[in-house]
């Protein structure tokens, strides 16, 4: 008997509707009519375009970076469902921006809550003229690719909390209902100019609150919905499947992260070079910083400890990119760091917390203090320049978001479980998600021999 043949009938159900969901869309693309643009801003810079359609590209990047990053450091069981959970992300969030989100995040406000939903429907109304508002000086349509890519990446960095674990057809129905619910709203409120946020003064220049403290959040919430792995339970020591993986993950990232922050600017600008050296002294910083402050408390320096901390300077300086000194980013890039190094010990020594990649502790507790430490730096407005009102702003801004994040996900996540249970069974989770949920591996098994599938009918 096959696998498909041993498949419940509910499976077989949930197996069917994303493609009845991707054909009406499908139809829709072909036979909605979209309107032309129609609110027009001044004349299209072209170097302007030149930049942020290179910056686009370099964001997009950064979710096959984050896939090898996850990837790496996963059992080797698992390897091939965890990157697919970032790869997918890409496919998924693509369609969904296009249909609603880009127009949840930035269309006609709504009291400063969210968009009009029919602002930009099915990209209606998105053209390749400038938007004197949302994009000055480069096509609308090129401002809403660039947005896009954010949007990807941040469900992307929530699998690293509940891999080797979750579900996957659970995983794609969280993934819409995070980025309809939690990651538009807090876009619009931060980044849209008529953001509650934004009038209040947060300033974040390229989401270290829309990003990363939402999927910081949203990884500990789902790391304490679906429980701990039984090898956590256990205590078995967790042993990466693959450095170099971890490092090549680290370096695309990095890379494509000047797109992320530099892009920001939405303009080939000074303010765009300050972000890209900014973006680059605070990774550098803090990689040094983690596996220093690891050899002081008597640990070799690590590859993995030095990719974790590059990756924590750049979640930190991601909201402070634009407005700070290339001298405050080392100090940022390096606060971050021995901060997140502390509480990933912290984590790993004193709690039950099973967040399989220490997402909260690098992306949730970089994020908190990238956005503390440009409410401190942030030139002009920022507490060192005398003015105490961005950092209250953002200390309040803080406390809100973190709220709003945790407990959004958590009831999202009580929800998903309701309609597919988050969790696969013990035994899919034995055998590893790449087997169980794909029938795939990396290496060393064939997964279509007699044994492998005898093993997969016991979890059907």
């Given at each position: 008997?096959?696998?498909?043949?041993?498949?419940?009938?509910?499976?077989?159900?949930?197996?069917?509707?994303?493609?009845?969901?991707?054909?009406?869309?499908?139809?829709?693309?072909?036979?909605?009519?979209?309107?032309?643009?129609?609110?027009?801003?001044?004349?299209?810079?072209?170097?302007?375009?030149?930049?942020?359609?290179?910056?686009?590209?370099?964001?997009?990047?950064?979710?096959?970076?984050?896939?090898?990053?996850?990837?790496?450091?996963?059992?080797?069981?698992?390897?091939?469902?965890?990157?697919?959970?970032?790869?997918?992300?890409?496919?998924?969030?693509?369609?969904?921006?296009?249909?609603?989100?880009?127009?949840?995040?930035?269309?006609?406000?709504?009291?400063?809550?969210?968009?009009?939903?029919?602002?930009?429907?099915?990209?209606?109304?998105?053209?390749?003229?400038?938007?004197?508002?949302?994009?000055?000086?480069?096509?609308?349509?090129?401002?809403?690719?660039?947005?896009?890519?954010?949007?990807?990446?941040?469900?992307?960095?929530?699998?690293?909390?509940?891999?080797?674990?979750?579900?996957?057809?659970?995983?794609?129905?969280?993934?819409?209902?995070?980025?309809?619910?939690?990651?538009?709203?807090?876009?619009?409120?931060?980044?849209?100019?008529?953001?509650?946020?934004?009038?209040?003064?947060?300033?974040?220049?390229?989401?270290?609150?829309?990003?990363?403290?939402?999927?910081?959040?949203?990884?500990?919430?789902?790391?304490?919905?679906?429980?701990?792995?039984?090898?956590?339970?256990?205590?078995?020591?967790?042993?990466?499947?693959?450095?170099?993986?971890?490092?090549?993950?680290?370096?695309?990232?990095?890379?494509?992260?000047?797109?992320?922050?530099?892009?920001?600017?939405?303009?080939?600008?000074?303010?765009?070079?300050?972000?890209?050296?900014?973006?680059?002294?605070?990774?550098?910083?803090?990689?040094?910083?983690?596996?220093?402050?690891?050899?002081?408390?008597?640990?070799?320096?690590?590859?993995?400890?030095?990719?974790?901390?590059?990756?924590?300077?750049?979640?930190?300086?991601?909201?402070?990119?634009?407005?700070?000194?290339?001298?405050?980013?080392?100090?940022?890039?390096?606060?971050?760091?021995?901060?997140s190094n502390l509480c990933v010990h912290w984590k790993n020594k004193a709690s039950t917390l099973d967040d399989t990649l220490d997402v909260f502790p690098c992306h949730g507790v970089g994020g908190m203090v990238g956005m503390l430490m440009t409410g401190l730096f942030a030139k002009n407005v920022g507490l060192t320049s005398g003015h105490?009102?961005?950092?209250?702003?953002?200390?309040?801004?803080?406390?809100?978001?973190?709220?709003?994040?945790?407990?959004?996900?958590?009831?999202?996540?009580?929800?998903?479980?309701?309609?597919?249970?988050?969790?696969?069974?013990?035994?899919?989770?034995?055998?590893?998600?790449?087997?169980?949920?794909?029938?795939?591996?990396?290496?060393?098994?064939?997964?279509?021999?007699?044994?492998?599938?005898?093993?997969?009918?016991?979890?059907?």
């Open positions: 008997m096959t696998l498909a043949q041993e498949r419940s009938t509910t499976e077989r159900i949930w197996a069917t509707l994303p493609f009845i969901l991707i054909a009406a869309v499908s139809l829709a693309g072909a036979f909605y009519r979209p309107a032309a643009q129609a609110v027009t801003g001044g004349p299209v810079n072209t170097g302007d375009v030149a930049w942020m359609l290179t910056a686009t590209g370099l964001v997009l990047l950064m979710t096959p970076g984050l896939s090898f990053f996850y990837g790496g450091m996963v059992r080797t069981k698992n390897v091939v469902s965890t990157m697919l959970q970032s790869f997918v992300a890409m496919a998924v969030i693509s369609i969904l921006w296009i249909v609603v989100g880009f127009s949840l995040a930035f269309g006609d406000s709504v009291n400063g809550l969210i968009g009009n939903p029919l602002t930009f429907f099915m990209f209606t109304r998105v053209g390749a003229q400038t938007h004197p508002n949302l994009a000055p000086t480069i096509p609308l349509v090129l401002f809403a690719l660039f947005q896009l890519k954010f949007a990807i990446i941040t469900p992307a960095l929530i699998t690293g909390s509940f891999a080797e674990r979750v579900r996957f057809t659970s995983y794609l129905l969280f993934m819409c209902l995070f980025s309809v619910f939690i990651y538009s709203p807090l876009a619009h409120w931060t980044w849209h100019p008529d953001g509650f946020l934004h009038k209040l003064g947060v300033l974040d220049f390229a989401g270290g609150t829309v990003v990363h403290m939402s999927a910081g959040f949203a990884a500990l919430a789902g790391a304490l919905t679906l429980g701990r792995r039984e090898v956590h339970r256990m205590g078995e020591m967790h042993t990466p499947a693959n450095i170099p993986f971890v490092i090549l993950g680290t370096g695309m990232l990095w890379f494509g992260w000047f797109g992320f922050n530099a892009g920001s600017a939405l303009s080939a600008s000074g303010q765009a070079a300050m972000a890209f050296a900014a973006t680059n002294t605070a990774s550098a910083s803090a990689a040094l910083a983690w596996i220093f402050f690891d050899g002081m408390r008597g640990n070799k320096p690590s590859a993995l400890g030095a990719c974790v901390g590059a990756v924590v300077g750049l979640v930190a300086i991601t909201p402070a990119a634009g407005y700070v000194s290339i001298g405050e980013s080392i100090l940022i890039g390096t606060c971050a760091s021995v901060i105490a009102r961005t950092f209250l702003v953002h200390c309040g801004a803080l406390i809100f978001v973190a709220v709003f994040s945790f407990v959004g996900s958590w009831v999202l996540y009580r929800l998903t479980d309701l309609i597919i249970p988050l969790r696969v069974s013990s035994e899919q989770e034995e055998i590893g998600l790449d087997l169980s949920q794909h029938g795939e591996v990396m290496q060393g098994r064939d997964p279509y021999t007699p044994a492998a599938q005898a093993s997969l009918a016991k979890t059907a």
